[in-house]
């Protein structure tokens, strides 16, 4: 717990340090001013804007749409029950209007903590299967690693559009063009940089949120099959349906974009072909050895998720 926090916290000390560069970079090469205290300012409220918008951008990118207790009674209870286990305030449920089945968490802080699935997740998964999803979703919650994705994940966005406004549009404003290339390119730097940072960020919480879904008592083997349909039922949307969330798949359970390559590598864990994966099947996959190639590396690595074969190799570790 504390390993990750500890990470997270350096990693928005580093994101923070390159949002400050690049705002004295672009202020002393075009508005001239060599002041500290006005870069630190300007950076602050940046990331003060991010931590107020961010909830805002989510819940409208996903269409959600929030519950009460008689519009789902069965989602509430879970919910509830999960919520008095981990010890939180009990978050607001939304359904978010998109057929990719899923999940997520996000929120400012854990009192305006809110938990959504979407549409196409309530009839994929049995009970077992839901209760250890939200179980990952809330503990994305308690281990307060929401708002510092949220906030992470608009960084890259904000060094990309500096970027492409400096090389693609500041050339034509500056005919000495020199100053405004080598701001541009230094903030696609950053924006490449910025990106890995917060792709390694999303993938060691996403192991840390596996965890504590097992501490609430939900069965390894209840969260390795919701992954595996999960990834399945992620293969048949439309590729056009996958890219309209594909800013914000790093609030996902998992990523589903990826989901053909998993269910190819899931179904060689499903020895019986149930569509599930049972605990025999988990304690096989325990003892064997997982080798990624080269490729599989690579893909992790520019990966909000990851791999999901390791991933459910460590589910395999744990005992509820």
Not at 147 to 162: D, E, G, H, K, Q
Not at 215 to 223: H, S, T, V, Y
Not at 262 to 275: A, F, H, N, P, R
């Amino acid at each position: 717990m504390w390993s990750l926090q500890l990470r997270m916290w350096l990693l928005i000390s580093v994101l923070f340090g390159i949002i400050y560069a690049v705002v004295v970079v672009i202020g002393t090469s075009v508005l001239r001013v060599s002041d500290f205290s006005f870069y630190l300012i300007i950076s602050l409220v940046m990331m003060l804007v991010q931590y107020l918008i961010g909830p805002k951008i989510v819940e409208w990118s996903m269409k959600v749409k929030y519950i009460k207790r008689e519009d789902n009674p069965r989602l509430f209870q879970m919910v509830e029950s999960l919520s008095q286990r981990a010890n939180i305030p009990m978050p607001r449920i939304g359904i978010a209007q998109i057929n990719i089945p899923n999940a997520f968490a996000f929120g400012r802080s854990l009192k305006d903590g809110r938990v959504c699935v979407t549409s196409g997740i309530l009839n994929l998964l049995n009970e077992e299967e839901l209760k250890a999803v939200l179980g990952h979703e809330l503990s994305h919650l308690k281990n307060r690693d929401v708002l510092t994705i949220t906030m992470l994940s608009v960084i890259p966005m904000i060094m990309y559009r500096i970027a492409w406004q400096f090389l693609f549009y500041g050339r034509r404003r500056d005919e000495r063009g020199g100053n405004t290339i080598i701001i541009g390119l230094a903030a696609f730097l950053f924006y490449f940089i910025t990106n890995l940072l917060v792709l390694y960020a999303s993938r060691i919480r996403e192991y840390f949120a596996d965890r504590g879904s097992v501490a609430l008592g939900n069965q390894p083997k209840a969260l390795a099959s919701s992954l595996y349909k999960l990834a399945y039922g992620s293969a048949r949307i439309r590729p056009e349906a996958l890219k309209e969330s594909e800013g914000l798949k790093a609030f996902f359970i998992n990523d589903p974009s990826a989901g053909r390559k998993e269910v190819l590598e899931l179904s060689q864990l499903d020895l019986d072909k149930s569509g599930t994966i049972d605990a025999s099947e988990l304690e096989l996959l325990r003892k064997s050895n997982i080798r990624l190639n080269l490729g599989d590396k690579m893909m992790e690595l520019l990966s909000t998720h990851p791999n999901m074969l390791k991933r459910i190799k460590k589910l395999s570790e744990y005992k509820a």
